[in-house]
């Protein structure tokens, strides 16, 4: 029976900040680093054996998971970076503190903007650069919903982590809080309307057990 565990990073400055960050790049705090510490601890009382490690090509995510690796002794896995497991980008809301866009726009809009699956929040005018996409052919983004965040991401499970499942062997996923509940929505039929109530903590492994065909057998919020 597979295993796979999914947890986004352990807290950013941004998150700190209360800040929308998206493909911005922003280092843990010191809260985070404990909070990856303390993940990678209740990992290892599991003592899974993973085959593969899959985070995004941010440094959030990477720290995050360098940490767990070194907490349950398994640095010697593959570790595989991904632009597809980058955070939903927040196009013109990058950078904003949340509260001064609630102020400003009222906190059903604010929530819509969050929380919806379907709806784009505001783009940014100009794409950004960055050389580290270039390798992939990737363009930045100017925005996206939690639904075009799903569509980029979905490919990256069924080419990369579904057949590794299928072939029996566990894997970790150390990503972002909505490009994992795009996962969670995709792998536990979630509707449109039920995903906005769905919260991944910092810092929270979440454990999946499937059956030999990929279906959910347990699900466990890792203590």
Do not use: C
Not at 122 to 147: C, F, H, M, N, Q
Not at 175 to 189: C, D, Q, Y
Request: hydrophobic residues 35%; glycine residues 6%; without cysteine.
């Amino acid at each position: 029976m597979p295993t796979l565990v999914i947890m986004r990073h352990g807290e950013s400055q941004a998150n700190r900040d209360n800040i929308f960050t998206g493909w911005s790049d922003v280092p843990l705090t010191d809260r985070g680093v404990r909070q990856a510490h303390s993940a990678g601890k209740v990992i290892a009382k599991s003592q899974i054996q993973f085959d593969d490690v899959h985070t995004s090509l941010l440094k959030r995510a990477i720290m995050t998971t360098n940490i767990v690796l070194d907490e349950i002794g398994q640095n010697f896995i593959p570790e595989h970076k991904s632009w597809r497991l980058n955070e939903r980008h927040y196009g013109g809301l990058r950078g904003k503190n949340k509260l001064k866009v609630k102020e400003k726009v009222g906190a059903k809009q604010l929530k819509i903007w969050r929380r919806s699956f379907t709806v784009v929040p505001p783009l940014l005018t100009k794409r950004d650069e960055d050389a580290r996409y270039d390798r992939y052919g990737v363009k930045i983004p100017l925005g996206e919903s939690l639904e075009m965040a799903q569509r980029r991401l979905i490919p990256y499970w069924i080419d990369e982590i579904a057949p590794n499942l299928l072939d029996n062997k566990n894997q970790l996923i150390v990503a972002h809080g909505s490009t994992l509940r795009a996962l969670i929505k995709f792998l536990e039929e979630i509707s449109d309307e039920e995903i906005p109530n769905v919260e991944v903590p910092n810092g929270q492994p979440i454990r999946y057990d499937f059956d030999g065909q990929l279906k959910i057998v347990n699900k466990t919020f890792m203590e």
